[in-house]
């Protein structure tokens, strides 16, 4: 149980295009995804949380309009990197958490994005 | 505001041989610790957690962390590792249900 995955799992793409990335739980409910972005060899660094059915809270430094979040079911959640530059390249990964105040975040595979 | 400090960023380590990868957090307010796996392209895989109750926490593949209030620390030890061990090891800790997580450590396994 508890399976999130990431669509794609790769994508490069155009500078001054958009990408969208899905996050999904198969096999619960989440109420809160996080959305997370990895440079090589560095840590996790949270971009922002989203809540179903209500806007996403951004962490500062991270531009909401660059980097826009759906989360319009209990199993999906959006980031879409609009406008990309090749300096946007970098690991993006999702966390999911469950109803009921869930400790417990369940991390996605990842989405490596490579702008030209 | 939590921070979380791994204090090795590299641990080379021989199979069967014993590991120990350390982390040191900071916070104003009680937290709850995490230990997380991420193998080459993948996403992270929790190993384990400290919420309360005992201080010794088991997790899975052998993994078990030690949380140490006064020193401010949760140790992440495995008695005898494999080659399959090998990747990036993460320490986190949460407040407010959102994760800090630490710069690292990269185990590497040798035969």
């Known amino acids: 149980g508890a399976v999130v995955s990431q669509h794609p799992s790769w994508v490069i793409c155009k500078s001054g295009t958009s990408v969208k990335i899905e996050c999904r739980s198969l096999?619960?409910?989440?109420?809160?995804m996080f959305w997370y972005r990895q440079f090589p060899k560095q840590s996790l660094m949270l971009m922002a949380t989203?809540?179903?059915?209500?806007?996403?809270?951004?962490e500062q430094g991270v531009e909401k309009d660059k980097f826009l979040i759906n989360h319009a079911s209990l199993t999906l959640s959006t980031l879409t990197v609009t406008s990309a530059h090749p300096e946007d390249s970098s690991f993006y990964i999702c966390?999911?958490?469950?109803?009921?105040?869930?400790?417990?975040?369940?991390f996605g595979p990842g989405t490596r994005l490579t702008v030209l | 505001a939590q921070s979380v400090t791994q204090l090795d960023s590299q641990v080379p380590v021989f199979e069967e041989a014993p590991v120990e990868l350390r982390c040191n957090y900071s916070?104003?307010?009680?937290?709850?610790l995490f230990w997380y796996v991420q193998y080459p392209n993948q996403g992270l895989q929790l190993l384990l957690k400290?919420?309360?109750?005992?201080?010794l926490v088991k997790g899975i593949n052998g993994f078990e962390a030690e949380f140490n209030k006064s020193q401010t620390s949760f140790h992440l030890r495995k008695p005898s590792v494999h080659i399959s061990d090998t990747a990036e090891y993460f320490c986190?800790?949460?407040?407010?249900?959102?994760?800090?997580f630490g710069a690292g450590t990269t185990v590497t396994v040798r035969a």
């Open positions: 400290y919420l309360s109750g005992s201080t």
């Open positions: 966390s999911a958490r469950g109803a009921g105040g869930s400790d417990t975040q369940y």
């Open positions: 986190a800790v949460m407040n407010d249900y959102k994760l800090s």
């Open positions: 096999d619960f409910q989440a109420t809160t």
């Open positions: 916070s104003s307010v009680s937290v709850y």
């Open positions: 989203s809540n179903e059915g209500s806007k996403a809270t951004y």
